[in-house]
């Protein structure tokens, strides 16, 4: 059973691009959420979704961030008109619909750089 | 505001030797508290998890203890190893499948 899949794990990109981060949850979690770990601080949460819906958002960023759980496909998390501030390890993790307490499986990371 | 405090220093000890690592938090009532490990360039990967009406939890050389009173959760690693040398993060949860809030993590290095 494959893990969390993130990609790319490397991102670089100049101030003004988009930025594109994909997760693929582990197979039967239908739960994603994305944490962002800034250099030398903590994870925090940013966002939390079910497949098709938001659950809870009020870690993004009101501006320049959005997320999405399609129905067919991985999570992606969008970042237009990249900023250096943006720089930082961004983690997916998922867990399951039903069973669990709440443990979460994480990915890799992909680490954002902006130039 | 809600805080979760980690020791930010470096824990060094001895191998074979018992690491405790600290865990405290307030303005936070959490259901569940929980225990990652990261290793540098990589993702937490989950440990324990121990609910709030649980007092200790143990898994193979870990031992969790968690005291509501004191708002604060003891994470033990008993007959310490160089390969357990990695980042410790707590994170706390209302319930489950929501956000964690995680600490900032405290260093423990086992030297040989």
């Known amino acids: 059973n494959a893990g969390v899949m993130q990609n790319p794990r490397h991102l670089v990109r100049r101030r003004g691009q988009e930025a594109r981060l994909r997760c693929s949850p582990m197979k039967g979690h239908s739960h994603v959420y994305w944490y962002r770990q800034l250099p030398e601080e903590g994870l925090k949460f940013m966002v939390y979704?079910?497949?098709?819906?938001?659950?809870?958002e009020s870690g993004m960023p009101k501006e320049r961030f959005s997320a999405e759980f399609p129905k067919e496909g991985p999570s992606i998390l969008r970042i237009q008109q990249v900023v250096r501030g943006d720089s930082a390890a961004y983690f997916c993790?998922?867990?399951?619909?039903?069973?669990?307490?709440?443990?979460?499986?994480f990915g890799p990371g992909t680490r954002l750089t902006v130039l | 505001s809600q805080k979760i405090e980690q020791n930010s220093e470096a824990l060094n000890i001895q191998e074979g030797k018992t690491a405790t690592l600290t865990c405290n938090y307030t303005n936070y009532s959490p259901a569940y508290l929980q225990w990652y490990r990261q290793d540098p360039g990589r993702g937490p990967v989950f440990l324990l998890l121990?609910?709030?009406?649980?007092k200790e939890k143990r898994k193979e050389r870990l031992k969790v203890t968690f005291d509501t009173t004191l708002k604060q959760s003891l994470f033990h690693i008993t007959a310490s190893q160089p390969a357990d040398s990695a980042t410790y993060l707590c994170?706390?949860?209302?319930?489950?499948?929501?956000?964690?809030?995680f600490g900032t993590g405290t260093r423990l290095l086992v030297s040989p």
């Open positions: 993790a998922s867990s399951p619909q039903d069973g669990g307490f709440g443990e979460q499986f």
């Open positions: 994170a706390l949860t209302n319930t489950g499948f929501q956000k964690l809030v």
């Open positions: 121990i609910r709030e009406n649980e």
């Open positions: 979704l079910q497949k098709e819906n938001i659950i809870d």
